[in-house]
Each structure stands twice: as structure tokens, then as C-alpha cells.
């Protein structure tokens, strides 16, 4: 896929392949201890995840961060899922998880948070109480964790988290993070506005969910890019969506009262986009009448392009099953794994959007 944007990112790439077994139905999504394998209902064309050359940062070896080399075949590994998979990037992501571990044989215990974060720290205290011997964590918030963190660290159990930072210490209190590059995806997403836009006017945010790494970087990356190459864009209206299709849907209902001639809206994800386009489209607005842009790279969003309601998809991919637990295999067999692993992230645009929506999710 060629981006239409300018990518900063050096395109030397390492292709982690997905395994075959890989369903993105919403059926093999639920929260339960399980070992056994997912059988595959949809395969997705290159839907692998890319890391840049260089993306692992400082590198962490298992005599640095304490604990002992284990078979990961032997191993049993917990799975912390932070939202309720209401929604395509969640349902990939856990459905990812659940297949890569079917696929090595690996034991997998799961958990899932419901949003609360109150109880995703209860999940993973619980899934140390049952003897885990590994963690994968996606995180709801990034603070907060110095409970887990403390009994993990007493038990030697390794943590790798995904999607979602936690502020600690790499390398002492996790092994690795995995996930993207979140201010460039906000540029990426400024740089898509501005050509949508000419580089005038005046645009809203739909902020993500506060309190993570991800909506404070989009954010940022997304109002330096516009401050750096369109003053002539103003950021007039900035309120959170949650990273909800419905919330974005009544938020931009609000936006259209207020600001009646919006020129263009960054969604800081496509499910908050799409709750856009059904209040735009409630309003009787036409496509295209309001640009549109988002990150994520879900089909339904991808489809909103191709049907001329969405500018631009920034893709932020969910697929972290075989990079998880090749990090967790490196890492348990003694090798050093990068701390802060940066996937690379492709785009959607008219020009693609058709022909590439076999690797969205």
C-alpha cells in the first residue's frame, strides 16, 4: 500500500506474518480461560504487523530485568484485555492474542475490564493468583499500575504491554511496550487535513478516552503538524468522544449546534468517525460537506472513504499476537527484545481505499 501522506518512518521493514487461524468475529472475542485454538472464519490480505528498523529502542535481557529462562511452549501466559470488544479494533486485537496462542500451544488465560480500570487491576492481581507465568497487558489507563507492578515484580512474571503505554520503567517494572508511533499518527492525520481542507478553515477534535498515552500524543502530533504547516486551520472545538462511536455521534451533534460551518473533524479513532458521519448525516449534511479524518483502519471506516463521507484513514494496526509472543519466546529463551517496540502504520485515502480494504479489520 502506498501511503498518500508523507511518512517519516525509515520504511526498512520486518514482517511479522499472522497466523492463518486468525478470526475477527466478534463470537471468538468473549473473555474466558482458554487453551485452545480459534477456528478461522475470515483471513485478512498482508494484515500483519511492520516493525520500523530501529523501532525496538534500548534493548532488555531476562538477567537485567530479573526472573528465569522458561519453555514458552510450557508456559502460561495471562492476556489483560482493557475494553469490552464492542468495537473492530478490540475484537481483532483479543482475537489475535487467542489465535497466536492456539497456534504455538500455548496455555492462555484471558480477562477482560469492561472499562473499568478498577477492575483491570483486579484482573491481572487474579490472573497472578492463578500462576501465570507471563503477561500480556493492554492497558486502559497509563497510571496507576503500582499495585500489579509490585506483585509481579515479586513473583519475576515478565510483562508486555500493547496499544496502550503504562508510565513505569522499562526493562525493571515491564519487559517491552508494542504499539505505534502515536504523535506521528497525528501528524500523519494533520497532514491528511490539511490536504482535505487546503490548509484553511476551521476544524474540531474528538478527543480519545483521557488518562493514556495515546489521545495526549495524537493530540499533540496532530495540533504541531497544523501550528507548523496550516496556521490557516483553527482548532475551534476539542471534546472528548471516549473513543465511542455513540459519544462521538452526540458530540458532533453538539458541534453542528455551535459551530454550524465546521470545515473539518479529526476523530482520534474511527469508531468516534463514524459517530460523526451518522450525526452529519442526521443533519443533512452531504459527503464530503464536513472533512473527516481518523485513525484506525477498520473496514466500516475504510468504506466511509470509499463512499465519500471520510477524507482519510491513519491505520493503527491491532493484530499484536505473533509480535507478542515472539517477544515473550525471545525474551524467556534469554535474548534481548527491544523495550519500545514502534509498528509501522500504513494509510487510506481515495486512492487506495478500494483496492486495500482486504487489510483492514
Aim: proline share 3%.
Amino acid at each position: 500500500m502506498k501511503p498518500h501522506a508523507r511518512v517519516t518512518v525509515t520504511k526498512t521493514l520486518l514482517s511479522i506474518g499472522l497466523a492463518a487461524s486468525l478470526t475477527l468475529a466478534a463470537g471468538c472475542a468473549k473473555s474466558e480461560d482458554s487453551g485452545s485454538k480459534d477456528s478461522a472464519a475470515e483471513q485478512t490480505q498482508d494484515s500483519g504487523q511492520k516493525v520500523a528498523e530501529g523501532g525496538g529502542g534500548e534493548k532488555c535481557a531476562i538477567d537485567a530485568y530479573g526472573g528465569k529462562k522458561l519453555d514458552l511452549k510450557t508456559a502460561t501466559v495471562g492476556f489483560s484485555q482493557s475494553e469490552k470488544e464492542a468495537n473492530p479494533f478490540r475484537i481483532a486485537e483479543t482475537a489475535s492474542i487467542k489465535a497466536e496462542a492456539g497456534q504455538r500451544g500455548v496455555k492462555l488465560l484471558t480477562a477482560n475490564a469492561q472499562s473499568q480500570f478498577a477492575k483491570q487491576i483486579s484482573d491481572v492481581q487474579d490472573l497472578i493468583s492463578k500462576g501465570v507465568d507471563l503477561l500480556v497487558i493492554a492497558p486502559l489507563n497509563s497510571d496507576g499500575w503500582e499495585p500489579v507492578l509490585q506483585q509481579a515484580s515479586a513473583k519475576k512474571i515478565p510483562i508486555v504491554t500493547i496499544d496502550r503505554k503504562i508510565n513505569a520503567e522499562a526493562c525493571k517494572d515491564y519487559v517491552s511496550f508494542i504499539g505505534s508511533d502515536f504523535t506521528e499518527q497525528g501528524k500523519r492525520a494533520a497532514d491528511q487535513m490539511i490536504e482535505a481542507t487546503g490548509g484553511k478553515g476551521e476544524i474540531a477534535i474528538l478527543l480519545g478516552a483521557p488518562g493514556n498515552n495515546v489521545t495526549t500524543e495524537r493530540t499533540k502530533g496532530f495540533k504541531d503538524q497544523i501550528q507548523a504547516k496550516a496556521p490557516g486551520l483553527k482548532v475551534v472545538f476539542e471534546q472528548t468522544g471516549e473513543f465511542a462511536r455513540e459519544k462521538g455521534q452526540s458530540v458532533t451533534e453538539q458541534l453542528i449546534q455551535s459551530k454550524p460551518g465546521i470545515t473539518g473533524i479529526y476523530a482520534e479513532n474511527d469508531e468516534m468517525g463514524l459517530g460523526a458521519v451518522n450525526a452529519l448525516k442526521g443533519a443533512g449534511k452531504k459527503a464530503g460537506d464536513v472533512k473527516i479524518v481518523t485513525i484506525d483502519g477498520t473496514r466500516n471506516a475504510v468504506q466511509g472513504i470509499v463512499d465519500g463521507w471520510i477524507f482519510g484513514v491513519v491505520e493503527s494496526n491491532p493484530r499484536f499476537g505473533p509480535l507478542a509472543f515472539q517477544t515473550l519466546d525471545s525474551f524467556t529463551k534469554g535474548e534481548a527484545v527491544g523495550e519500545n517496540i514502534v509498528i509501522q502504520d500504513s494509510e487510506y485515502a481515495a486512492a487506495n481505499a478500494k483496492s486495500d480494504i482486504g487489510k483492514a479489520y
